[in-house]
């Protein structure tokens, strides 16, 4: 059990000795709705079900529970002084370059989204994770690739080079957990949430 929420009162599920952990934004219904209409066009393409997306903040791997709990209690001094924020998803993208493996939908530039993942950043240090290797992409993974066809995800990127969700209020951030499954979508958990309180 985390210490620091415990404080918060916040309520967790936390009992296994070892945690597949990542922080993350949730995405509202209304916004996820926009993200879901994209969804169609690319042979290949492995598509997210809602309640897999979200904005990564960090992947904290797999670490056991002392580790996490210590995680836990970095939170709130790592992101004291972030406020609340709006946000928009904006564009696509894909990761792999000419051999793509993932489809996303990006963000809006946001200095206090940038803020909040380097916070969350500090935190994994300050729990003597190793650093995070690649910088940091916003975006929502919507779609894993398993064969798609170069043109096709070239031309789904251009299509919705200028897509534009509704802006939404960014009030916190949530840890889940990450259960792999093999004949269906990883299985997401919230684990603990944390207010920006400024």
């Known amino acids: 059990m985390f210490k620091s929420s415990e404080a918060h009162g916040i309520s967790l599920n936390l009992k296994l000795m070892s945690l597949r952990l990542f922080a993350a934004l949730s995405i509202p219904d209304d916004v996820a709705a926009h993200v879901l209409a994209l969804m169609k066009g690319v042979a290949g393409a492995k598509w997210r079900p809602r309640e897999n997306l979200h904005l990564t903040l960090r992947f904290f791997g797999e670490i056991t529970e002392p580790v996490a709990e210590d995680l836990d209690a970095e939170f709130e001094t790592a992101t004291r002084g972030i406020e609340p924020f709006a946000l928009r998803l904006k564009g696509a993208g894909s990761f792999g370059g000419v051999d793509p ?3 996303w939908i990006g963000a809006a530039e946001s200095a206090s989204l940038k803020q909040l993942a380097a916070a969350c950043e500090k ?5 003597k994770l190793k650093p995070e290797p690649f910088k940091f992409t916003p975006h929502v993974t919507i779609a894993y690739l398993s064969g798609a ?4 995800v070239q031309a789904f990127t251009a299509q919705h080079a200028l897509f534009e969700a509704p802006v939404f209020d960014v009030a916190g951030f949530g840890l889940y957990s990450s259960i792999t499954r093999k004949s269906a979508p990883s299985l997401y958990r919230l684990e603990a949430e944390y207010p920006l309180l400024g």
């Open 101 to 103: 493996h993932a489809l």
């Open 123 to 127: 935190a994994a240090r300050r729990v």
């Open 149 to 152: 066809m170069l043109d096709r």
